[in-house]
């Protein structure tokens, strides 16, 4: 499993790793994870406080290529304590003590994945976060609507 930046994808796997990044912002709209916002109405402090969106290209055990973005929280660190932004996930000697009674007891075990699941969580407060260079054309390419929200910065 090789993770890397969208930049690097793109070179290694050209229209591959753009149509994957495409799904994920596609799935991204579908979920209304995003709403489009005019800088013009933003305040300073708000610009500020954008977080850039990161993209990256993960090539799975199976071969397939699948786009991820997150948002660079770095700014946000001085925020927050630790206990309040990470999710809670098991330890792995947990996980290998739970399979090794499950096998012990020959119990019949399975598993399932929630598509998108971290997605479905409504929160009352936001975030901004500042796309840039091509994820701004994909993801102007998933929804027209978008087109209306780009700016350019610096040239």
């Known amino acids: 499993m090789t993770q890397m930046t969208a930049k ?3 070179k290694k796997h050209g229209k591959i790793a753009i149509d994957a990044l495409y799904r994920e912002f ?6 209304r994870v995003f709403e489009g916002q005019n800088v013009d109405k933003l305040t300073r402090a708000q610009k500020r406080a954008a977080l850039r969106a990161i993209s990256m290209i993960k090539e799975k055990r199976c071969g397939t290529i699948k786009g991820r ?4 929280g770095r700014p946000q ?6 206990e309040e932004t990470s999710s809670p996930t098991v330890s792995t000697d947990a996980l290998m ?16 994945d929630v598509a998108g699941a971290h997605l479905h969580a409504r929160l009352e407060d936001f975030t901004l976060l500042k796309l840039e260079g091509e994820a701004v054309d994909i993801m102007c390419a998933v929804c027209e609507e978008y087109k209306k ?3 350019y910065e610096n040239g």
């Open 8 to 10: 690097a994808g793109r």
């Open 149 to 151: 929200f780009v700016t």
């Open 26 to 31: 596609l799935q991204l709209h579908d979920q």
């Open 77 to 82: 660190r001085a925020l927050y304590r630790k």
């Open 97 to 112: 003590m739970s399979v090794m009674i499950d096998a012990k007891e020959r119990r019949d075990v399975a598993t399932a």
């Open 69 to 72: 973005t997150v948002a660079d």
